[in-house]
């Protein structure tokens, strides 16, 4: 898709931030650190408060069997929630 003419209006880092973000596969996505050292955030940028060192994180469905029922009382618990 041309994103350009989609999204006129918009400059060409911001174009080319969403080319790199919208990625279906992961393996070929612009990383998050990548990602916030991106031309487009350049003036909003305050290195010396970033911290790159990710800690992990559990998500509740992680340890839950996901079957389909289980699945769309999720989607259903998620979907209520907006």
Known sequence: MDLQSKYPGASSEAVDFLYKVLVFNPY???SLQ???THPLFEKVRKPQNENFKAQAISLQFENKDLDKETLR???IEEIKYY
């Open 28 to 30: 070929f996505r612009i």
């Open 34 to 36: 990548e990602a916030l």
């Open 73 to 75: 009382k999720l989607f």
